[in-house]
């Protein structure tokens, strides 16, 4: 089993920057496709950002393209995402995510963090 916890959410102006971290343990992500969800209240799971094994090559939705950067560090074991420019459209609980394959989406990830939340004022 690999347990994720994310941390770094809280409330932020529009225009403003957050990174948010995803530390595993139980299991190394140097095996695992890493990716970022979010949820806003009444609406459904949505990607936002997913990583190689390797780190060298990401894909992200394009609401965050060029807002938003996914990165890894399999040597601590952590998952990030850069937040830039956020606007009050970001608000979500957001959740990073591990699967064995390339893939956006959430139904083929078998690993889930509780989530933390971002909240974005205008």
């Known amino acids: 089993q690999m347990q994720l916890v994310e941390s770094g959410g809280g409330l932020v102006q529009a225009g403003g920057s957050l990174r948010l971290s995803c530390a595993a343990s139980?299991?190394?992500?140097?095996?695992?496709?890493m990716a970022w969800f979010r949820q806003a209240p009444g609406k459904e799971r949505e990607f936002v950002a997913v990583?190689?094994?390797?780190?060298?090559?990401?894909h992200q939705a394009d609401s965050v393209k060029g807002r938003f950067t996914i990165s890894r560090d399999n040597a601590k074991n952590t998952v990030y995402l850069q937040m830039n420019s956020l606007a009050p459209e970001d608000t979500a609980l957001y959740y990073c995510?591990?699967?064995?394959?390339?893939?956006?989406?959430?139904?083929?990830?078998?690993?889930w963090g509780q989530g933390t939340q971002v909240t974005v004022s205008s």
């Open positions: 995510a591990a699967a064995n394959l390339w893939t956006m989406s959430p139904a083929q990830y078998i690993y």
């Open positions: 139980g299991r190394v992500i140097s095996a695992y496709y």
């Open positions: 990583i190689r094994r390797s780190g060298d090559s990401t």
